[in-house]
Structure formats: structure tokens, C-alpha cells
């Protein structure tokens, strides 16, 4: 059915709307503001505050088209505009409505499309799962999470849906200006079967509006579980049977009532609905993950909302807001408030976090402005934060902590909400700038009927949906347009700033050629920023051919422009960049066309790094006949010169080997003198050997050595030398030990320097040799005296080699040995004879001519010549006194062959050493 709330019509015109209806914010505890025409802000909530309101979260507040409160609510109490409770609405006093300040959206006041002292308050309840727990009783005792207890935090029911009806046109018994006549009266958005489970609980904290486009009123819309209700609101009443929409996801009651928590919110353009989800959970007043943001679009004709899209899944969300011309949604979430962008291919994928501060309501103001309330942010709790420019992408929306001063007042989750449908009523203007013609539209949600326009400069007004204005000179004017929406009157107005043009002069550029060509030549047109608009850095330019292209913004040219002409005449367009208001001008090209011959730059290359690379002063290479006002730049090739970028510094090390050139530029007021190549060139070094080392012979002092400069490549006449001795030629000879150097020059003057070290050496002194012998591995060492200064090698028997660098030779044959010492630097070799003694183990005296006799091998004229050789028996008996110089014993004793057996010796050799032993006679 449809409730008749109008016994008559005073006329049949609608109620004109505009935006002073959001004028006036009451919430949290005891906060207030009122946003101005102006666009500033005022704090009401200063001391001694008047404010009554102290609400954890829902609250809902009204004024009238200039801005002037009407009433206040925080879905339980509603206060009039001198902040007296309406009898008829006094929760303390038990004639409360039905909403909850723990009800994230405990309401939105709408007013009657046709009465324009009617006012509806839609309430939404906290669906409390303690509550639903001993439905249909009432809940009486203490809630869970320091929630409180029947009666002062509730009334044990979960009440869900209602509305109440204001009427401002009488007064309250207490002097209220309006007063509450229809309370609390219920709209189904449940399933009611009373066995069900929905039914216990009834809604979610959720509710918005948005009005209807053909003007005919508005649509309320709540939602549960995953059902969209939206309730009709026209000049008869408010429809008691909703447009049901089933979407996707499911919320369940089983997670109440955190479940239920979240903002929705309708686009001001009306095609939209955002709703928040803090969590997705299933435990019955429990705390768990899993919240959501969801994005639908939304028929305003016929209240469905279809195609659903989720934005953010598996994190929780709680405020959502769009902005006024619906491009961005914003979401306060539990990391912080993201922004997307609805004109993005993937919405979903166009997230950016412009704030850390976690989640509270959102609420788009009447200054296009979102503002968002904090809680638990410490002294930041006494203000709201702003985003300041919607529309911009990402950081540029310029999120502001901290933005309006609450004064006495502090936030906490919740914000009013309001019909911001309305706000999308706006006044576009374009090119606000003083002199030319500055266009206006309306953009508006529904199809505009009729415009007045009144420009606020005295001028007559306009009736034109696309007027287009002159204003007389920069300033600010207040323009306003009646503006007839399907029916509905809306006045909307904005404060312009109209600017003045910037200020532009005309500018020339000369540039060089480096060769007799003058066109095709490329200018870096930003060279005459300075002269057009000096140092202002809110101004830029833009270069164009011709004059109407810099009006007309058409066809810009390139900043590293090639010339067609010379002479040749651009047009600039000088745009301020906070107002967009332009101004144009000339720039005059003209090329210098000359060939310089080049400079050098010679260096020889650097020791210990001859790569071809070295350091070089770009001074020095001195350009003559210059003005004494002109200066230089030096660039690495010429194309960097001639567009005046990337230049080198003066100290500079060139990056290709040996021969680079680079190009000095000069200029004398801006304007190119000239373009002067120069040839950096790096000499290499002589290519030698720089150390060397050489020997003299101390013990042949009438022999020289020759010493070389160690050339490398080139042969000696190509270079020049400075010994250490004074001498010049390429060699010298010297016989003396020590250190000499010389200095090799090549043609390009670039020198380097050798060291030569001359050391002694000289033939070897033998101090001693030591030989071990009469064991089975026989050794001679030979040991050198101190005087032996030089690099010896040796051999044994063998005077010409080979020799060997060890001192040492082993497993010597018995015998006589010479040894041979040689110094490897050519002083000479010396000999000494060596002797290395046996004595046989057996002998077979049998005349075969093997071993017949048994003597000490070694042993001669020179070698132990004074040697004793005893035979003994085993008795110790003496056999023979052998001569040492002789053929040995013979096996004869006392003229008869001697028994094979062992007999044993005593060798007495030079008082030296002596040896015993024994040996085998075999027969």
C-alpha cells in the first residue's frame, strides 16, 4: 500500500533543493560545522558548545536551501535547530525513534518531495546478535565488549527499518521549533517468517539516498544479507513495498553483528552504489577477516541495482564515499583510505593508498570536498581530514590530515550522510580568464529544463543553458544559476576567479651553424623561456607555426626544433599554470652560419694508465676576438651544442681514446656566437721496458756492459735520451755497479723514464766441500765463501754442462770427481778436484783379473796419500799392512793363499778420520 502523509497540495510545484540542505554536520560527541557559500568552513562546536549530540557512529542532520539548520539526530534523539529535543523524539524520555548511535548509518533525513515542512527520518537499528538470541523476547541484560545494558544502551530489540515524519510547521510543548507527528513506522527487509532467522535480526547499519531523475521524489536503500531494498518516495508517500535486488555476495547473520557494520553509498550522478563490509564472518558477534568492498550499478528509474563487481575482497572496509562528478570512489579501509578510479579499464586494479589512517565514515561535502572522521588518532581526534581535490589521481587529491578544527568538539566513526545526488548539480566553467570569453554548463542529475544566469558583475543576466560571458577584469564574481531540473528548481552557485592574462614578450634566438648551412638548423626553442616570461616559474610555453595554432593549441612544436627559414618567425603561447589563461607572442629564429677552424688540446698519455684517456682544462684552448661579455659552454658533440644540452664541464676527461673532438659553444646574451670545435688529443707515451737489470764483473774490471733504453717499438733515432751519466746516445757502456736511469722522449715531446740496475758478481771462492761417502748414498756439497757475490751453477766432471742451480749431488760414484762452479753472468768458472772413497765389501783373489785384490777405492797420490790400511784375522791377528798408493792385499799370507773367510780392517786416513769394518775372501 502507499501511506498518505499529504491531505493537500498548496500548489502543484515541487520543492526547489539545492545544496544548503548539507550545510550543517553534527556528530561524534558534540561536534559541529557549517560549510559557508563561500566554501570556508565555520566550527559550531566552539565553547560553550551548544551541540547535544554524542554518538559513537550514526547520525543525521538537515537544513533548509540558504543553509539555515532545521534538525538533528543520532537515530534515537532529534534536536531542532536550537538544539531542543523534540518531545515526540526523546529517547531518554521514551518517545526515541528507533535508530541506534552505534548504527554505522543509524539514519538519513529526506524531505518530502512536495511539503516543504515535511521531513522523513529513516532509522537503522545495530542488529545486536544478543539480541536476536532471545527473540521475540527482549534482550535485559549486559552487553558483550563493554557495549553497555538494557535500558541506556538499548532496548534489547532489534528493531530494524523505520521511519518518522517531522513536521516544521509546529511547535513542540517545550517550545521546539517542529515536532515528531508519525514515529516509527516499520518497512520489511527480511524475510518475516517467523521461524527464520532473519526476522531476529532484521537489517544491517546500512541506509542511503538518492533522487529520483524524472523528479518525482527519492529513493531510500538499505541493505541485507545480500539483498538491496530500495523504498519509493514521491508527493504521495513513501512506497511500503520496495524494489528487491538479489546480488552477490552473501553476508550472512551468523557473523552479526560485526557483519552488519559498513557504510553505502549512492554516486551523486545516481547511477552508482558502493557498500562497505567490515567483515564476511560466521561466528555470532565475533571479529574475523575477510571484509569486502563492492561496486553495483544502480537504475534510478526503476530502483534495481544490478552487476555487482567486488573492488576489494579480504580486507575489512567501513567508510566509502564517490566524488561529486563520480569519477573516483574512495574507501576507508582497515590498512588506511584507497582511491579507485571509475574511469579505469579495471577499477579493481586501479588502487592507490593515499592514506595510512584506518577506517571511519567518509561523507562528500557541499564543497566537493570528502571529509573523513578520526578516531583513535590521539589529538588528531579533535578534527576531520579532507581530501581536498577528488577528482585527481592518487596523491594529487591532496588527502590532508587534520584538516577542520573541531574546537570543542571530537570525532569519532560516524558522518552524517546526505542526498548527495544533489551535489551533482554544478556550474562548469571554463577559461577563466579576463578579456576572453569564459563558457558555462550545467551538469546536473537529470535533464536540465531552463537556466537564469547571473554572472555577479552587473551585467544583464542570461537565460542560455550554454551562455558564454566577458568579465570586465580579473577578480571574483559570484555566479549563480536558477536552474529547473525535470521539475525541480535548484539554485546553484559558484565563486569564479577570473584571472589576469600572463604577461608575454617578444623574444629572438640566434643560432650557430658549423658550416655554411643556415636552415635545418636546430633551435632548443625553451632558450627564450627568460626573455618571454623572465623568471615566473607558474608560467610555461608552447611554440607553433602559426598564430592561429598557438590560440587554437593545435600542432605544437617540438622544444629541439629545425628551422625552415632564415630568418624564420614562431608564435608562442604562454599559458599561466594555475589558471590556464594564456597570452601569445613572437619568437624570431635566425642562424650564424660560419665554419671555425678547430682548436687542439694535446696531452701526453698518463703513466701507469696509457688507455688514451686523460684530463684536460677545456681553457686552454684559447678562442680569440670574443666579446668580454660572452661566455661559454662546452658539449660533447654537436648536436648537444647546437641545442644547448647536456654540457660538459671544463675540467673533462675525454670518453673516446687518444683523439676526441668536442665543441665549445659561445654565447654573448643568449645569442650564439659561435660553435668551436676542439680536437682533444692524447700522445702516447715511448713504449719501453722500465726496469731492467744488468751485471759487471768485479774481477774483470776492463770489462763493460752495455746498457739499453729498452724500446719496445720504433727504432732509436725516433727518440731522444738523457742518461743519468749526462750521456745522449741511445746506449752507454758502464763497468760499474749501481743504479742508472734514462729518459726516452718521442716526437711528441711526451717522455718516460727507465731504471737500469747494474749489480756486482764476480767467479766463485770454493770455501769448502763437504763430501759423505763410504755409505750407500755418496753426497758432495759444495759450500762458497762470503766474497762469492755472484749467480752460480754447478756440475760434476762435466766443464761444460750441463749444470745445475743445487750445490748438491748425491749418490756420487766412488772415485775422483772434479767439480765445476759457474757464475751464470759470464765472470768465469773454477774446478777443484774431489776424491770419494770405498771400501769393498768382498774380493776373489783367482787370478781371473776381477777383483783379485782388495784395496779402498779413492785413495792415490794426492787423496790420502798418507793413509794406513790394516787386515786382521777374527783372532785380531795381524795379515797385511796394506800400501795405500799400491794394488791392495792380494790374499797372500806368509806366502800362502789365505781361507775364504771374513777378515777385518782398520783405516787410518791422514789423522783425518779412522774406519773399521770387515770384508768377504771368496775363492
Not at 515536532?179 to 521461524?195: E, G, M, Q, S, W
Not at 724500446?711 to 742508472?740: C, F, K, M, R
Not at 792415490?860 to 794406513?868: H, L, Q, V
Request: with cysteine.
Amino acid at each position: 500500500m502507499r501511506i498518505k502523509l499529504l491531505v493537500f497540495f498548496l500548489c502543484l510545484s515541487l520543492q526547489s533543493f539545492s545544496q544548503g540542505e548539507a550545510s550543517n554536520w553534527f556528530f561524534g560527541n558534540r561536534a559541529g560545522i557549517k560549510f559557508n557559500s563561500d566554501n570556508t568552513i565555520t566550527t559550531l562546536s566552539n565553547f560553550p558548545n551548544p551541540i547535544r549530540i554524542v554518538t559513537d557512529e550514526g547520525c543525521s542532520s538537515f537544513s533548509d536551501a540558504n543553509g539555515n539548520l532545521l534538525l538533528y539526530t543520532d537515530g534515537r534523539t532529534v534536536w531542532d535547530r536550537n538544539h531542543i529535543i523534540m518531545p515526540n523524539g526523546n529517547y531518554n524520555a521514551g518517545t526515541g525513534l528507533l535508530g541506534d548511535p552505534s548504527s554505522t548509518q543509524s539514519g538519513i533525513i529526506v524531505p518530502n518531495p512536495a511539503n516543504p515542512n515535511l521531513y522523513y527520518i529513516f532509522t537503522v537499528d545495530e542488529p545486536h546478535h544478543q539480541n536476536a538470541s532471545v527473540y521475540p523476547n527482549p534482550f535485559l541484560g549486559d552487553y558483550d565488549g563493554g557495549g553497555g545494558r538494557v535500558p541506556a544502551a538499548d532496548d534489547g530489540f532489534n528493531n530494524g527499518l523505520n521511519y518518522s515524519v517531522v513536521d516544521m510547521s509546529i511547535t513542540g510543548a517545550n517550545g521546539s521549533i517542529g515536532n515528531i507527528t508519525v514515529r516509527n513506522t516499520h518497512l520489511v527487509t527480511y524475510n518475516p517468517d517467523p521461524a527464520g532467522e532473519e526476522i531476529k535480526y532484521k537489517c544491517s547499519e546500512k541506509i542511503t539516498a538518492v533522487r529520483i531523475r524524472n523528479g518525482g521524489g527519492y529513493w531510500v536503500i538499505t541493505h541485507f544479507i545480500d539483498k538491496f531494498y530500495a523504498f519509493k518516495i514521491d508527493p504521495s508517500g513513501v512506497s511500503t513495498t520496495p524494489v528487491i535486488s538479489q546480488l552477490n555476495p552473501v553476508v550472512p547473520v551468523s557473523g552479526y553483528r560485526r557483519n552488519a557494520i559498513g557504510q553505502i553509498k549512492v554516486s551523486p550522478n545516481g547511477k552508482k552504489i558502493a557498500i562497505a563490509h567490515v567483515q564476511n564472518g560466521q561466528i555470532a558477534g565475533g571479529t574475523s577477516s575477510g571484509g569486502a568492498m563492492y561496486l553495483y550499478d544502480f537504475d534510478n528509474s526503476t530502483g534495481i541495482v544490478s552487476n555487482g563487481q567486488a573492488i576489494i575482497t579480504d580486507s575489512g572496509c567501513y567508510g566509502v564515499e564517490f566524488s561529486a562528478e563520480t569519477k573516483k570512489l574512495y574507501v576507508s579501509t582497515e590498512s588506511g583510505v584507497v582511491q579507485f578510479n571509475l574511469e579505469a579499464p579495471s577499477i579493481p586494479n586501479s588502487g592507490q593508498l593515499i592514506s595510512s589512517r584506518s577506517y571511519s565514515s567518509l561523507q562528500l561535502g557541499p564543497d566537493k570536498k570528502i571529509y573523513k572522521a578520526n578516531i583513535n588518532t590521539g589529538l588528531d581526534d579533535g578534527f576531520l581530514d579532507a581530501i581536498n581535490n577528488p577528482e585527481l589521481d592518487g596523491s594529487a587529491c591532496g588527502y590532508q590530515n587534520a584538516a577542520v578544527n573541531l574546537g570543542a568538539g571530537t570525532s569519532r566513526f560516524g558522518l552524517p550522510p546526505f542526498i548527495t545526488s544533489v551535489f551533482n548539480t554544478n556550474i562548469i566553467a571554463k577559461n577563466l580568464c579576463a578579456g576572453q570569453a569564459t563558457t558555462f554548463e550545467i551538469s546536473a542529475n537529470g535533464f536540465v529544463q531552463s537556466a537564469i544566469w547571473n554572472f555577479g558583475d552587473g551585467s544583464v543576466f542570461s537565460n542560455s543553458l550554454l551562455p558564454s560571458h566577458v568579465f570586465p577584469g580579473p577578480g571574483t564574481y559570484t555566479v549563480t544559476a536558477t536552474v529547473v531540473v525535470e521539475g525541480t528548481t535548484i539554485r546553484s552557485t559558484k565563486n569564479l576567479q577570473i584571472n589576469a592574462l600572463p604577461v608575454a614578450t617578444p623574444a629572438t634566438l640566434v643560432q650557430c651553424s658549423p658550416t655554411a648551412a643556415d636552415t635545418n638548423i636546430p633551435f632548443k626553442l625553451s632558450e627564450a623561456t627568460q626573455s618571454i616570461i623572465g623568471n615566473d616559474p607558474n608560467l610555461s610555453l608552447t611554440f607553433f607555426r602559426s598564430l592561429p595554432e598557438a590560440i587554437n593549441d593545435t600542432n605544437a612544436l617540438p622544444i629541439n626544433y629545425p628551422n625552415a627559414a632564415n630568418p624564420q618567425q614562431l608564435f608562442v603561447r604562454v599559458t599561466d599554470n594555475t589558471t590556464g589563461c594564456f597570452s601569445t607572442t613572437t619568437l624570431d629564429l635566425s642562424v650564424n652560419a660560419m665554419a671555425n677552424t678547430p682548436l687542439q688540446i694535446k696531452k701526453c698519455d698518463e703513466l701507469n694508465s696509457e688507455d688514451g684517456i686523460s684530463d684536460f682544462t677545456l681553457t686552454d684552448a684559447q678562442i680569440s676576438g670574443l666579446p668580454p661579455t660572452a661566455t661559454t659552454l662546452y658539449y660533447a658533440n654537436i648536436d648537444d651544442a647546437l641545442l644547448e644540452q647536456h654540457p660538459i664541464a671544463e675540467n673533462y676527461t675525454n670518453t673516446v681514446p687518444h683523439q676526441q673532438t668536442i665543441y665549445a659553444r659561445v654565447e654573448d646574451n643568449n645569442q650564439c656566437w659561435g660553435i668551436y670545435p676542439i680536437s682533444l688529443i692524447v700522445n702516447p707515451l715511448p713504449q719501453l721496458k722500465t726496469e731492467d737489470t744488468y751485471y759487471v764483473c768485479t774481477n774483470l774490471p776492463n770489462r763493460y756492459t752495455t746498457l739499453t733504453p729498452g724500446l719496445l717499438q720504433g727504432i732509436p733515432s725516433d727518440y731522444t735520451y738523457e742518461w743519468s751519466t749526462g750521456e745522449h746516445t741511445s746506449t752507454i757502456q758502464v763497468n760499474q755497479a749501481g743504479t742508472y736511469t734514462v729518459k726516452v722522449t718521442n716526437i711528441h715531446g711526451c717522455s718516460k723514464i727507465r731504471t737500469l740496475t747494474v749489480l756486482p758478481s764476480n767467479n766463485a771462492t770454493i770455501q769448502k766441500i763437504v763430501i759423505v761417502d763410504l755409505v750407500a748414498n755418496n753426497t758432495v756439497t759444495v759450500l762458497l765463501a762470503p766474497e762469492s757475490i755472484g749467480s752460480y751453477q754447478y756440475s760434476l766432471d762435466l766443464p761444460g754442462g750441463p749444470f745445475q742451480d743445487s750445490n748438491h749431488f748425491e749418490n756420487v760414484s766412488p772415485g775422483f770427481h772434479t767439480v765445476y762452479i759457474y757464475d751464470i753472468h759470464g765472470c768465469g768458472i773454477v774446478k777443484k778436484d774431489i776424491s770419494v772413497l770405498q771400501i769393498p765389501n768382498y774380493f776373489t783373489p783367482n787370478g781371473d783379473g776381477y777383483n783379485d785384490t782388495w784395496n779402498i777405492i779413492g785413495i792415490n797420490s794426492i787423496f790420502y796419500s798418507d793413509a794406513k790400511i790394516y787386515v786382521f784375522d777374527r783372532f785380531g791377528k795381524l795379515l797385511s799392512d796394506v800400501d795405500p798408493r799400491g794394488a791392495g792385499w792380494d790374499g797372500i799370507y806368509n806366502n800362502h793363499p789365505a781361507i775364504a773367510t771374513d777378515y777385518w780392517y782398520l783405516v787410518i786416513l791422514n789423522n783425518e778420520r779412522t774406519v773399521r769394518g770387515h770384508f768377504s775372501l771368496k775363492r
